[in-house]
């Protein structure tokens, strides 16, 4: 015969078993995916990732900008700059900004993630599919906002505030003063270098039920694995980044994109020569081998660009 508490004691036995095994698997990494697992190693062997964490970078992207920087010169120590970081987040390349860049040039990160900047940084958290972000950006330059101290942007400009006025206002003047001329040009075209290292991710969209209107999901910092998905969501965001180009980027201006190359490259690279006149692409050697991304890198915009033909000829 049993005792009366054998029943208890076996099922609080087959328990401790199950949490043993959980906690050896999870000491021993069996419980990751074999692609997270992957991606772990591939880390912490990696020399640029120790490399940034040493040298205090954000993420090893930096190195990425570096090598870009080297070959291309986009940011002057002699000369103050107005430099746009486009999906800044967690803010690498905007370290590299600020460190090659005059120390009065200034430095606005936009990301859809809500994130910190690195010091001497200002940011916004905006979506740079929405116009609305592009006016944020020509206010934040323009005016001179500090958005390290207070949030004044916001304050002063408000979300339905329209200040088109001022820039029909400046064209409005003496276009033949040459001090007036100037005014217009850097209202009209704020920003001197633009980069974008945005990347989209897949929305999980399988398993739970979106009950959100404003989709936080719908960024990423990963690719899906899917080609031509992944492709298609890179050259939307690359076009998002050259109409701030055209419309905020003043004539003489450098452009940097992050491309996941596929078959729309040449039609983005016809896109670009109607608004630079040097093209280029590059892959800098702390970009992974395996991965499609590669940087598509404009030089000295044209003036009076025509935004109807970029896209349609
Ligand atoms: C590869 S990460 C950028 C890394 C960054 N260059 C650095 O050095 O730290 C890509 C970023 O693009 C941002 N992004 C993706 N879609 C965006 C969008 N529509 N508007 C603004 N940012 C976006 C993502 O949130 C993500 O932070």
Known sequence: MFPLGYPLLVSRAIF???LLRRCV???SGKSRSSSQNKWLDRQSNDHYTKEAKLQDFKSRAAFKLIEIDDKFQLFKRNQHQSILDLGFAPGAWSQVARMRSNENSVILGV???ACKPPKGVNSIQANILSKKTQEYIRWFFRDNFNLNRVDTLDKVKGFLHDDDNNITNNNSQDATSPENFENTVRSRYPVDVI???MYDISSPNTGYWNNLTNMPYYRLANTTGIKIKDHEQSIDLCDAALVTAIDLLKPGGA?????YTGKSDADFKRRLRHVFNKVAS???LASRQESKETYFVGLQKKANVDKLKVFTE
């Open 195 to 197: 980069v974008s290292d």
């Open 255 to 259: 452009f940097v994109c992050k491309i």
């Open 282 to 284: 590059f892959k800098p």
């Open 111 to 113: 990301d859809i993630l």
């Open 16 to 18: 401790r078993g199950v």
């Open 25 to 27: 698997r999870l000491q």
